[in-house]
């Protein structure tokens, strides 16, 4: 029985209400063929802020819309290209395309464009294509970006011998194929699957025939594919045979295809699109492959030379690459922002031509075309300091940039500034473009700018320093990008002040520029900021003019240095620092040194050193040579008929110490040596007067530094260093009740007190040792007792300095929690001949809190002749009314101090 099969071609006449239908205006659609491919591309610049649809107009249904789906199963695409370009793609055997003879084809889209996502009052554009392609191969694949398309002449149904096996092994599934019907039967792991045609459309695959082929187009990843990787490529392949049987004949045409997934490698300064040479799905007779012709193509266009653009294409036995340089024509760049940081992507839109014949196919045109974007690729923006000091001006540079990228905003120090308001402000901003199609944006700034920070540094220069916001919009979504920069500049544009310093007959003077001070520099006496505190406290006179602090400075002042002391003359130097105001750097020191004449005078040194030059007023007259100072032994370095000069150091001769309040007083006396003669009976005669001269030196005890000498009388208030000589007359010597003590403290080696370390030697202790502690009172009669009244420890040598931990109080030793203090027993021996002039404490850390420690005391001296009637001493450590009834135990009124240390507590292994 025949059938006979009627085509019966209509045409319709549509008419569409409420639509315009005209041609495309020009420009706006470019349009070719390539590789039997339509291809078109909308102008982006004259869709902006609009909406477009396409359709595909078939001539015999109408228009039909264009979605995913019905893209993927008919074979078309719709894409950007690099430049944001909508780009329509189709095969030339497509759904809808008007076929004649596999030569000539024609396809007719509609384009539709409308001011509203809704597509209302939309304009219709009917743009027709046409493609002629006559020189098909017996099987052609096309790889698009969303399906897969083989096609195969239909007068070429040779099987592989080596094949025959598997192809055999699917006849039993022929002998249910219905007669005059194509149907598929797909090849996969989990096995075969045999569906007519019309079902596999249900499932996104369009098989059809034309005049002289057939073809089948699949999507990617459909149920009846699988992947598989060939020469490091994954590949997306589907195996299918197409049956068709008549009475006579059975046609079985394999319509296997295979198509890369990627292939895409990257560097920082290139991409790489692999793609396998060989394909043994789809050469099953790989010993007779022979490849022909490969071609590349950039964006639709066959390149003809890809070394021209330094494109590489290259081939082996496995591998066919295209590498491309990040950046090359044909492709784009975009800025792009990532977590916050600058970057680029680059994108070209490539295809791959590779023509091979085998001895299965004769001929096979295997086409890929490919988008590739590389991954976000960081390039962190520089900032180049241009700044040409001579000209005080900052040039910065800041680059380099695609021109999708624009300068928005900047803040200078912190204050923001919009690019109008930062011009209005007087800063200068520009683009500056370059060859390779950059850009950098250029911004001027003046030294002088409020907003630029001005600095003193080094010895006579200014530091600049510009700190810069940008705030930059990268690529049609103005995506904000913020870079901060910070740039220097240092100019010697600081002129350093030299002093003049002059005397007159008591006073030293300097003149100090006033440029700069206390801007950049301040003036130091010692460690001591010079201000008009310090000058008006240490009784310097200040003035100023227009251009100079001039200082007056007595010759006896605080501050004043002593270079020479003799009996004709003072050489005096007075010295102030010049410090910067931030660091304290001392830049320069300025000085004035004179000499000076002085007839009487005391100098208290702060190393303990005492000067005297002494002025003997008597009737009569004395000899100066015989002066002397409580040591007998201490007598003048050098006199005259009317001076004597003294020189001798606070431990020795005779001096004794005591304290007034927060001063450490040491006193001595200068006394004549008067000559007697014998006379009648037990009585004697001199000729000389009876003269005594007190010698004061007063230091402040929480001073560790002393500056400095003073001449002047006694006062309640004496400042650190300075002394006082009081004349006394024989009759106050009588009444003057003794003040202070000669005591001396050493620390011993052991608890034997045999064994004492030297001064000037370091004292190392383990924190288990005891510290062992001797005090002796000197130059006091056999029945006085000394006391050690507060005793406590602290890790300065200063007595005021905190904290302290006291170890005994009011006489008695306590056990604190810090430190533990035990009073030693004294004997007599050949070194100590009175032991009531000596104390012997043991003193022990139970925290190791220091690694310096110092013992500090106060002490006081009991005898008949400073106890109440009928109350003797009574020890150590007696009730507290006991202690306070012998006025030299009374706590308001010390005795004595003594200070023993540093001693230095160390762990075992440090010793």
Not at 11 to 33: H, K, N, T, W
Request: net charge negative; with cysteine; aromatic share 10%.
């Amino acid at each position: 029985m025949g059938y006979s099969l009627c085509r019966i071609w209509m045409l319709f006449l549509l008419f569409c209400v409420g639509e315009e239908r005209q041609m495309a205006p020009p420009g706006l659609v470019q349009s070719s063929c390539h590789s039997r491919i339509f291809w078109m591309k909308l102008n982006k610049l004259l869709l902006q802020g609009k909406f477009f649809q396409l359709e595909i107009n078939d001539p015999y249904t109408g228009p039909v819309p264009l979605d995913d789906k019905l893209a993927s199963r008919c074979g078309y695409v719709l894409s950007e290209d690099v430049w944001g370009n909508p780009v329509f793609r189709a095969s030339v055997l497509a759904c809808h395309v008007v076929n004649e003879a596999d030569e000539l084809f024609s396809l007719t889209v509609n384009i539709k464009i409308s001011s509203f996502a809704s597509m209302r009052a939309a304009v219709t554009y009917t743009y027709p294509m046409f493609c002629s392609y006559s020189s098909w191969a017996s099987r052609e694949i096309v790889c698009e970006e969303n399906y897969m398309e083989v096609s195969v002449k239909t007068d070429v149904p040779a099987v592989s011998n080596d094949y025959t096996v598997a192809w055999m092994s699917a006849l039993p599934e022929t002998q249910n194929v219905a007669y005059q019907v194509w149907q598929l039967m797909f090849v996969s792991p989990s096995g075969r699957k045999r569906i007519l045609v019309s079902d596999a459309a249900k499932l996104g695959y369009s098989f059809n025939n034309t005049l002289s082929r057939v073809y089948l187009r699949a999507p990617y990843h459909s149920n009846e594919s699988e992947i598989s990787v060939v020469s490091g490529v994954d590949m997306n392949m589907i195996t299918s045979t197409s049956m068709y049987r008549q009475r006579w004949l059975l046609l079985l045409i394999d319509m296997t295809v295979s198509c890369p997934l990627d292939g895409t490698s990257f560097t920082d300064t290139t991409l790489t699109w692999t793609v396998p040479s060989v394909i043994p799905t789809l050469v099953l007779q790989e010993s007779t492959f022979l490849s022909k012709t490969i071609l590349m193509g950039v964006d639709g266009q066959h390149i003809v030379n890809p070394d021209k653009n330094n494109y590489l294409l290259e081939h082996n036995k496995t591998h066919i690459g295209i590498t491309i340089p990040i950046g090359a024509e044909g492709g784009k760049l975009k800025s792009s922002i990532s977590g916050g940081v600058y970057g680029i992507i680059y994108s070209i839109d490539l295809f791959l031509e590779h023509t091979w014949t085998d001895a299965d196919w004769q001929t096979t045109k295997y086409t890929v075309i490919k988008s590739i974007t590389t991954p976000f690729m960081p390039r962190i923006p520089t900032v180049i300091n241009n700044t040409l000091p001579e000209e005080k001006i900052f040039n910065v540079a800041f680059g380099h940039f695609l021109p999708d990228v624009s300068l928005v905003a900047i803040a200078i120090g912190n204050v923001p500034f919009t690019l109008r308001e930062a011009q209005h402000h007087g800063y200068k901003i520009y683009e500056t473009p370059f060859s390779n199609g950059t850009k950098e944006f250029i911004l001027e700034v003046s030294f002088d700018d409020p907003y630029v920070l001005k600095e003193y540094v080094n010895r006579n220069e200014t530091k600049y320093t510009l700190l810069v916001n940008y705030t930059i919009s990268t690529g049609p979504e103005m995506i904000p990008y913020y870079h901060s920069a910070e740039v220097e500049c240092v100019i010697a544009d600081i002129e350093i002040p030299e002093a003049v310093g002059y005397c007159d007959e008591g006073n030293l003077y300097l003149a100090i520029p006033g440029f700069g001070l206390h801007q950049y520099w301040n003036l130091y006496l010692g460690t001591k900021l010079l201000n008009r505190h310090t000058a008006n406290t240490n009784g310097y006179l200040a003035t100023t003019n227009a251009t100079h602090l001039i200082l007056q400075i007595p010759l006896f002042a605080v501050g004043v240095i002593y270079e020479e002391v003799s009996f004709q003359k003072i050489k005096a130097r007075f010295d102030v620092a010049l410090r910067k105001v931030r660091t304290m750097e001392t830049l320069q020191t300025f000085s004035v040194s004179c000499n000076f004449n002085s007839p009487a005078f005391i100098l208290c040194y702060p190393d303990g050193t005492v000067i005297i030059s002494a002025q003997m007023k008597t009737v009569p007259g004395i000899d100066m040579s015989r002066t002397q100072l409580r040591d007998s032994s201490c007598k003048p370095k050098e006199y005259n008929k009317g001076h004597a000069f003294f020189k001798f150091h606070v431990t020795t001769c005779g001096t004794s110490v005591r304290f007034e309040g927060d001063h450490i007083v040491y006193e001595n006396e200068i006394s004549y040596e008067k000559e007697t003669l014998q006379g009648q009976g037990h009585s004697t005669i001199t000729r000389d007067p009876d003269y005594r001269l007190t010698v004061l030196c007063y230091y402040r005890a929480k001073e560790t530094v002393m500056l400095g000498a003073f001449i002047s009388k006694p006062s309640a208030s004496h400042p650190s260093g300075s002394g006082t000589v009081v004349p006394r007359s024989n009759s106050a010597v009588h009444r003057r009740i003794r003040q202070a003590l000669n005591v001396v403290s050493r620390v011993s080696k052991s608890e034997s007190f045999m064994d004492f370390y030297e001064p000037n030697v370091v004292i190392l202790k383990r924190p288990t040792e005891s510290v062992f502690l001797e005090v002796e009172l000197k130059d006091e009669s056999p029945d006085t007792e000394l006391y050690l009244d507060n005793c406590w420890v602290t890790g300065s040598l200063d007595f005021n300095s905190t904290p302290r931990w006291n170890i005994t109080v009011d006489g008695c030793e306590i056990n604190g929690s810090e430190y533990v203090a035990v009073f030693c027993s004294v004997a007599a021996s050949s070194r100590v001949r009175h032991p009531s002039h000596f104390k012997r404490l043991a003193v022990r850390t139970l925290t190791h809190r220091l690694e310096q420690v110092y013992v500090h005391c106060s002490v006081a001296a009991c005898s008949a002749a400073n106890t109440l009637p009928g109350i003797p001493c009574r020890g150590q450590c007696s009730p507290s009314t006991e202690r306070n009834a012998f006025p030299g135990h009374n706590s308001a009124h010390l005795q004595g101090y003594v200070l023993a240390g540093p001693v230095w507590i160390v762990e075992s292994d440090l010793r």
